[in-house]
């Protein structure tokens, strides 16, 4: 699981590194030619779209195909929408992106639901497991910008997009070979009875009936010229789709879902992290927008009189969360043999307020880029920003996926999975839209809104932690 992961997240983190300076390039240099603002609605659009799959994409591994299968044949359509995007074209380009969207969403949580199977929910390793199982992931995230980044920033934009389809085939290969150490976690159990087998046959085509009329609908009012569906139209759309799915899907889940009093409590608890991840993760993920494009136009990219591609910033943090995750996995276990482990909210709190204060840090050098558009910055400057922000996210991220399967009732673990990917869809979105004001608003002051945010929630955080707790009952 740890190889699989590694490689999807490659394909991923490849394309995340060239796509926001593939898109703002010039025409004549292969790239779109895109605005920034436009580039950043069309990166939020499609990470925040990576991540908001999850959410079905841990539904039908639930009732149709286990997660074993959904990580497979997921992957396979990962690597046919990187293929698409090696391809000229704008409508290969859009295709590839929704390819790549809809895979990951079948791939992304159920591989993490895999990880959780392999631990008792009371099991002290469990939090470590999750940490080693993230540095997979930062593993991947590590080595993409490298090799993909370099050869589509310096070679072509496209054969970089390939490079990370292959990266997606030759993880396809390792997870079947490795299939037979899994043992019986993450197969399908259909249901025990026809009558629950002719519920989740009318359920999917209910999903698939309401998923083509969401297309369907649209497009037809935008021929009739009822609309027009632009680039902010979809952005503004999708606003409202963010703020309508959390609360119709938990409204659902505490009004009909059958669950009882401590299993609503916890859903709650699941609610509130929810909210705060998704907070996080607008802040974090503006490492693919806005401080790809700082460290294009405004930091000098040199270490030891050596240049290198903008892409390789986004190694950055993955150099960190290897050097660190081995630090934190053995902290947790260590000030929980002591009985000194910080709880889980206030783990979320010490996430939100390290993000909020590298993004305060970057208000300095961006003071002086204002003074002097011109000037470029060195490196330490982002080197400090991401120490600071792997910090927060090694506080949050894989304790939050650790939190998720064991708060979850057990008939939904994987759609709770999806839900907190929905949560970095969310922000993901913003962030991709934060990344669009770049040439709107001063830099300084956009980074002091941004750490401003980060640091009231995470004092929200802090506040509600007693609360938050007795809503996880005997749930650590």
């Known amino acids: 699981l740890f190889f ?32 920034v603002a436009d580039a950043g609605a069309i990166y939020g659009l499609y990470t925040a779209s990576v991540y908001l799959t999850n959410l079905p994409g841990g539904w039908i591994s639930d009732k149709f195909l286990g997660a074993r299968n959904a990580v497979f044949y997921g992957g396979i359509i990962i690597a046919l929408g990187n293929v698409l995007l090696a391809f000229p074209g704008i409508g290969f380009f859009y295709g590839g992106l929704a390819l790549i969207a809809v895979g990951t969403g079948l791939l992304k949580p159920n591989v993490s639901t895999m990880v959780g199977s392999l631990y008792d929910k009371t099991d002290n390793r469990r939090d470590a497991g999750f940490s080693i199982f993230y540095m997979g992931i930062n593993l991947g995230a590590f080595l993409a910008p490298l090799i993909a980044g370099y050869i589509g920033e310096t070679i072509n934009w496209r054969y970089g997009f390939l490079a990370v389809a292959v990266g997606m085939c030759i993880g396809l290969v390792q997870y079947k070979m490795g299939d037979k150490h899994l043992g019986t976690v993450g197969h399908f159990i259909p249901p025990s009875t026809a009558e629950e087998a002719a519920k989740q046959r009318k359920s999917l085509f209910v ?71 998704a907070l996080f993760w607008g802040s974090f993920e503006q490492a693919g927008s806005t401080l790809t494009l700082f460290a294009d136009r405004h930091t000098n990219n040199q270490i030891f009189g050596l240049t290198f591609p903008t892409t390789w910033w986004q190694s950055v943090n993955s150099i960190w969360i290897i050097s660190l995750a081995p630090v934190f996995a053995a902290l947790w276990l260590f000030l929980n043999k002591k009985n000194l482990e910080p709880s889980t909210p206030v783990k979320f709190g010490l996430g939100l307020l390290f993000v909020g204060l590298s993004f305060l840090l970057l208000v300095v050098p961006a003071n002086a880029i204002v003074s002097a558009p011109d000037v470029k910055v060195g490196v330490i400057w982002l080197l400090t920003v991401y120490f600071l922000q792997t910090v927060g996210e090694l506080c949050l991220s894989p304790v939050g996926l650790s939190t998720m399967t064991k708060l979850a009732p057990e008939r939904v673990v994987g759609q709770m999975m999806g839900v907190w990917f929905l949560g970095a869809a969310v922000g993901n979105f913003i962030g991709g839209n934060v990344g669009g004001l770049f040439e709107t608003y001063p830099l300084n002051s956009l980074f002091l809104a941004v750490a401003g945010t980060s640091i009231a929630v995470a004092v929200v955080m802090f506040a509600l932690v007693p609360w938050v707790k007795k809503l996880m009952g005997d749930i650590k």
């Open 4 to 35: 699989t992961e590694m490689w999807e997240r490659f394909s991923y983190y490849g394309g995340r590194a060239l796509l926001i300076l593939y898109m703002t390039d010039q025409l004549v240099n292969g790239g779109l030619g895109f605005t």
């Open 207 to 277: 999903a698939m009936l309401f998923l083509a009329a969401s297309f369907a609908i649209p497009y037809i009012l935008h021929l009739t010229g009822s609309i027009q569906i632009t680039i902010d139209w979809i952005k503004t759309a999708m606003t409202y789709v963010f703020i309508a799915i959390p609360i119709v899907y938990f409204g659902f889940l505490f009004l009909r879902g059958g669950f009882t009093t401590d299993e609503k409590k916890r859903l709650a608890a699941i609610f509130v992290f929810f909210v705060a991840a």
